[in-house]
C-alpha cells in the first residue's frame, strides 16, 4: 500500500520541480532582454518599431495604443487644416524613457485594419500625424502636424520615420521622452518620407539665405498679414532661423526641429490683417497660441494668427483680403509680443499638403489701394453689390450712404462688375470714379449709367503696381440723373 502511494507522490514532485525551473528560466530571460538595448518592439501585428543600432540608450522603453478623448480633441481641433476626411480613434505612444533618442533613424510600421481601409476614397491617402512640441526662442507650441510616411498597399501597412523633434519629455508627469502619433485619411496621397526630407532640407536652406521668388510658392499667392509687402519683407530680412518656417538644426543637441509658420517680430497693438478673402473658422484662446485666429480661404487654403492681443472678428463671418482681423500681442506661451503666422494648402489642389513656407507665397509688391463703395444719390433708394474678380466686396444699402473698403489690392487687371440688386423705379443710376492711379483699361478714370435692377454690368480695371495710400474706387449716384416716381 505505501509504495501504491509513494510513487505517484515522486511523480509529482518532480513535475512540480520542473515547472519551477522553467518559470524561473523564464523570469531570468525577462530580466536579462530588459538589460538589453531592444532592436525591435512589438504591439501585437499592429504596430512595430524599429531601433537601428546607435538610435537609443535606453532599457525602459514601451509601446502602448490608448484610448485619449483629451488628445483626440485636439487632434480634431487641427484636423480641419488638413483636409482630415475620416481619423482613427486611437493615440500610438512610443515612450523612451529618460534618454532622448540619439540619431533621426528610429522608424515604425503601422497595420490599417480591413474596417479603417474601407472608408479611404481612392482619391484620399493615409496620413501620420505627431504631436509636436515646438520650442523656440520667441514661443512654445504643442499642436498636431503632418510627418512623412509611405504606404503600402500591398502589405496594408504605413511606414514612418521618427526623427528625434517627434520625442520630448515636456508633457509626461515622469519625464520621459514619448512621441504621440495619430493616423487619418485625407485628399491626395502623402509624398514618400524621402522626398519630404528633401523638401525639408530645400525649405531650410532657402529660409537660411532669404532667397527665394513666387515660383518656390507651394500654394496660392497670399498678401502680407500686416498689411504692405514691405512690411514683412523688411522684418523678414532681421529675422533669426528660428523665426522662419522649416526645420532647423539644435545648436547644442544638434537634433533637428520643426517651426511651422514664420515669427514676426512686431509690437504689441500692430494691426493683422487676412492674407485672402474666406470665412472665419475660429476664433478664440487656447493655453499655447493665446487668442489666435484661423481662416479658411475661398481657395481652400487656411491660415492661423496667434498670440494676438484682440480678436476683432468671429466664427462664421466672411472677410475680405485685406480686411482687419485682429490686433497683435503676447497671449499664450511666449516671451515676447510678435505674429505667428501660419499657411496651409488645399490637400485636394496642391500637391503639397499641410504647412508650408509662407514667405516665397508672398505677392510681391502689393498695392497699398481700396475699393470705397458709395450710395449718396438725391433719393437714395438704390443699392448695389460690387464684385472684384468674381468676389463679393461688399454692398449698399438703401436709404443710406455706405463705404466698404477693401485693402491691399493685387497689382494687375482686375474685373470689377456692378450689380444693382434694389431699385424701386426698376432702375438704378450710378456713378463710379477711379483715382490715384487706378484706371479702366481704356484709360478712362469715370463711368456712370444706368442698371435695371438685377442685372449687372462688367468693366476691366488696372491697379498700378505703386499706388496712392488713398486710391480708392467710389460708387455713387449720380446727383444730376433724376429719378420717376
Request: hydrophobic share 35%; net charge neutral; charged share 25%.
Amino acid at each position: 500500500m505505501k509504495l501504491k502511494y509513494t510513487y505517484p507522490v515522486l511523480i509529482c514532485l518532480i513535475l512540480l520541480n520542473i515547472v519551477s525551473c522553467k518559470k524561473r528560466n523564464r523570469e531570468d530571460e525577462a530580466q536579462s532582454s530588459n538589460n538589453k538595448i531592444v532592436k525591435e518592439l512589438h504591439l501585437g501585428d499592429s504596430v512595430k518599431v524599429n531601433f537601428p543600432d546607435g538610435s537609443i540608450n535606453s532599457l525602459d522603453i514601451s509601446l502602448k495604443i490608448v484610448k485619449d478623448e483629451e488628445r483626440e480633441a485636439l487632434f480634431n481641433e487641427m484636423a480641419w487644416l488638413f483636409d482630415v476626411e475620416h481619423y482613427w480613434p486611437y493615440t500610438i505612444v512610443l515612450d523612451l524613457g529618460k534618454n532622448q533618442a540619439l540619431d533621426d533613424n528610429i522608424s515604425m510600421e503601422v497595420k490599417i485594419s480591413d474596417r479603417f481601409k474601407k472608408l479611404k476614397k481612392t482619391t484620399s491617402g493615409f496620413e501620420v500625424f505627431a504631436q509636436i512640441y515646438q520650442d523656440n526662442a520667441n514661443e512654445t507650441l504643442d499642436n498636431f502636424q503632418i510627418i512623412p510616411s509611405k504606404y503600402n498597399p500591398e502589405t496594408g501597412t504605413i511606414l514612418l520615420e521618427m526623427p528625434r523633434y517627434l520625442f520630448t519629455d515636456k508633457r509626461s508627469k515622469n519625464k520621459t521622452f514619448e512621441a504621440i502619433i495619430m493616423i487619418g485619411i485625407s485628399p491626395g496621397e502623402n509624398p514618400a518620407f524621402s522626398v519630404l526630407q528633401k523638401n525639408a532640407k530645400a525649405l531650410t536652406a532657402s529660409a537660411a539665405t532669404s532667397k527665394t521668388s513666387l515660383m518656390d510658392c507651394e500654394a496660392s499667392p497670399i498678401s502680407c498679414p500686416l498689411g504692405l509687402l514691405d512690411k514683412c519683407s523688411e522684418l523678414l530680412a532681421q529675422a533669426d532661423a528660428d523665426d522662419l518656417f522649416g526645420v532647423r538644426v539644435h545648436p547644442v543637441l544638434k537634433y533637428k526641429k520643426q517651426h511651422n509658420g514664420i515669427d514676426f517680430k512686431v509690437k504689441e497693438g500692430t494691426p493683422i490683417y487676412a492674407v485672402r478673402s474666406g470665412k472665419i473658422k475660429v476664433s478664440q484662446f487656447s493655453n499655447t497660441a493665446g487668442n489666435f485666429i484661423e481662416i479658411m480661404h475661398d481657395n481652400g487654403n487656411k491660415s492661423r494668427y496667434l498670440h494676438l492681443s484682440e480678436l476683432l472678428v468671429k466664427p462664421g463671418q466672411d472677410v475680405l483680403a485685406g480686411q482687419l482681423i485682429g490686433v497683435s500681442g503676447k497671449t499664450g506661451r511666449v516671451t515676447g509680443a510678435h505674429l505667428h503666422f501660419e499657411f496651409y494648402t488645399n490637400s485636394s489642389l496642391n500637391n503639397k499638403k499641410g504647412p508650408v513656407d509662407p514667405f516665397p507665397c508672398l505677392q510681391e509688391q502689393n498695392a497699398a489701394g481700396s475699393i470705397t463703395v458709395r450710395d449718396n444719390g438725391n433719393w437714395a433708394d438704390d443699392a448695389f453689390e460690387v464684385f472684384l474678380d468674381g468676389v463679393s466686396i461688399g454692398k449698399t444699402d438703401i436709404g443710406a450712404a455706405n463705404s466698404i473698403a477693401m485693402n491691399n489690392l493685387r497689382p494687375g487687371k482686375k474685373s470689377l462688375t456692378l450689380k444693382c440688386v434694389i431699385a424701386p423705379d426698376n432702375e438704378g443710376t450710378y456713378e463710379i470714379i477711379l483715382d490715384d492711379g487706378l484706371k479702366f483699361s481704356d484709360g478712362s478714370e469715370r463711368k456712370s449709367g444706368i442698371l435695371q435692377q438685377s442685372k449687372s454690368i462688367t468693366w476691366e480695371i488696372i491697379i498700378p503696381t505703386v499706388i496712392k495710400t488713398k486710391s480708392n474706387i467710389s460708387l455713387m449716384k449720380r446727383n444730376d440723373v433724376k429719378e420717376g416716381r
